[in-house]
């Protein structure tokens, strides 16, 4: 028998893995001793490092896989739930394994931003410890301050707000820079210009992830079949076409305060331990936001998400 083969996880669909080796892409399937394995999350998705024993039709057998640092994950139904729970219950969804970071792409303008499904969005990268960074794109629709005004209250929290414009190019070069030698997730709503900013970032990619949505967006808007785009200058860039929402996986309504950082700093100051921060008294955070020190747009995300309301 020959020796494993290790290798990267570059695109899943449908019970099979395309896997990138020193010697070559291989089309794989799992071992079947690893289907086996009931857990409450993909065994193996995109991102995955993994061991692969070739096979004589020139295809692969995934042996092994490592255990993950990180994901981009969220709520898928059925399957098992959540940490090991009954069957029926909510499962988890990986999209991108192992990714460096993640990139939330929204518009200035046309369409106007949702920054509630921004702040979901961080809610997600904060409760996988994921580095998230901010992509203000279409930049040059909308004056300097108008953009600032939007997005400019992100930077102070800790996430990196990037200004740009496939048409004028601003911001590429700085956006281009963080991405290289690094697996980057590419991710937000439609209609805010990301296959642009791809061309933008290297010529051609952006056709080559339209392609992939169009290949994999059929059906269901609920599936997402990311790949993984190789970068020129090193790296890799997943575009996650049909990603509308994230729903929150294995985040309880009482941690939530803990996943906002500008929050996090005054929940011990509340009066009491199991504070909701939504009408108790001697409230920190509510205090807080009177005060001007937490953003009432980012008070608003956290209390629509604590009560369950849909973005």
Same mark, same amino acid.
């Given at each position: ?19 990138? %080796?020193? @010697? #070559?892409?291989?089309?794989? !399937?799992? $071992?079947? &001793?690893? /289907?086996?394995?009931?857990? =409450? ?126 048409? %004028?190019? @601003? #911001?590429?070069?700085?956006? !281009?820079? $963080?991405? &290289?030698? /690094?697996?980057?997730?590419? =991710? ?124």
């Amino acid at each position: 028998m020959s020796a494993w083969l290790p290798g990267l996880v570059t695109k899943a669909q449908s019970g099979f893995f395309w896997v990138r %080796t020193s @010697q #070559g892409d291989f089309v794989c !399937r799992l $071992r079947g &001793r690893l /289907k086996q394995v009931r857990q =409450a999350s993909d065994l193996a998705a995109v991102g995955d490092r993994v061991e692969i024993a070739r096979q004589p039709d020139g295809t692969g057998t995934i042996e092994a896989v490592a255990p993950r640092a990180r994901v981009l994950s969220r709520r898928a139904p059925g399957g098992y739930g959540r940490r090991g729970a009954r069957a029926g219950a909510e499962a988890e969804q990986v999209i991108v394994a192992n990714p460096d970071q993640v990139i939330f792409v929204f518009a200035c303008a046309q369409p106007a931003p949702r920054l509630p499904m921004l702040d979901r969005f961080l809610v997600v990268a904060e409760a996988n410890a994921l580095p998230a960074v901010i992509a203000a794109n279409k930049a040059d629709l909308v004056t300097p301050e108008q953009a600032t005004a939007l997005f400019g209250l992100y930077a102070p929290l800790g996430y990196p707000v990037h200004y740009t414009s496939a048409v %004028t190019g @601003q #911001g590429t070069a700085a956006l !281009r820079e $963080r991405v &290289r030698g /690094k697996l980057s997730v590419l =991710a937000g709503p439609s209609g805010v210009g990301k296959s642009s900013l791809l061309n933008a970032l290297q010529p051609g990619l952006g056709l080559k992830a339209r392609a992939v949505s169009a290949a994999t967006s059929k059906g269901r808007h609920t599936t997402v079949y990311p790949e993984l785009l190789a970068l020129d200058e090193g790296g890799y860039l997943a575009d996650t076409p049909g990603l509308r929402a994230l729903g929150l996986w294995d985040v309880e309504p009482e941690e939530l305060d803990g996943y906002f950082v500008e929050i996090r700093p005054y929940v011990e100051q509340c009066a009491f331990n199991d504070c909701t921060h939504l009408n108790e008294r001697g409230c920190a955070v509510r205090a807080a936001v009177a005060a001007g020190a937490i953003a009432s747009s980012r008070y608003e995300s956290y209390v629509k998400l604590r009560l369950g309301e849909e973005e």
